[in-house]
């Protein structure tokens, strides 16, 4: 079952601060968040695995409640060049794949 | 160097006809993945290979079939083009299934 990403859509000015939400119904193990410019292939960011271990892009962090099932992207002093989609994708416990929730299309505006 | 490759980037094809996208990994990676994003932008995984050997076959038709010669290399071959098929076909390579995955620049294949 596909994570539910929200909001679906955001606008921002530079400098502003952004979250966006993934929750998911499945145990996860992992949690990974992607970027995808217009045009363009999907960009890893961030992975937050299950028991705390978090790997990713230094100036965006993340969180992942295990007993929610829940992750956020944190992005703050937005620049331009964060426009784009942010797909976050779960792993569940037992499954090799990640499932891709519907994204959230960021745009940030001067 | 490019990490991930795909040819080719555009296909453009008539309904019925057979086509192939080939895609490579020069990361060392052993797991390699199909995607297809639709019109939605939706993202979903096709076929998944762990050292050539198929993990994930999502419910994908059988006219498509994936061929792993090796670790470096996952090619979709697609029999019978239909309509639907329409959509941005993007390869991917990690190590192993948990950790970050590298998505190669897509293939817009277009059936008409």
């Known amino acids: 079952q596909q994570p539910v990403q929200s909001p679906q859509a955001v606008i921002l000015r530079e400098g502003e601060d952004a979250v966006i939400n993934c929750s998911s119904s499945k145990a996860l193990y992992s949690v990974h968040w992607y970027r995808q410019k217009h045009g363009e292939a999907p960009v890893f960011l961030m992975i937050l695995l299950k028991g705390g271990e978090q790997k990713g892009h230094d100036k965006i962090s993340a969180s992942f409640n295990e007993k929610k099932q829940q992750s956020s992207l944190y992005l703050t002093a937005s620049q331009l060049s964060y426009s784009g989609t942010y797909f976050c994708g779960t792993m569940d416990t037992g499954r090799r794949a990640l499932t891709f929730g519907s994204g959230t299309r960021l745009q940030v505006q001067p | 160097d490019t990490a991930v490759s795909q040819t080719p980037k555009y296909l453009v094809t008539q309904m019925g006809n057979d086509k192939s996208i080939k895609c490579e990994q020069n990361?060392?990676?052993?797991?390699m993945y199909w995607y297809k994003q639709d019109s939605k932008k939706f993202l979903k995984i096709m076929f998944s290979y762990n050292n050539k050997e198929l993990i994930i076959n999502e419910t994908v038709p059988n006219r498509f079939s994936p061929k792993s010669p090796d670790k470096a290399h996952l090619n979709l071959h697609i029999n019978s083009l239909e309509l639907g098929d329409s959509a941005v076909y993007f390869c991917?390579?990690?190590?192993?299934?948990?950790?970050?995955?590298?998505f190669g620049p897509g293939t817009r294949l277009t059936v008409t």
């Open positions: 991917a390579s990690s190590q192993g299934h948990l950790y970050e995955q590298y």
């Open positions: 990361l060392g990676h052993d797991t």
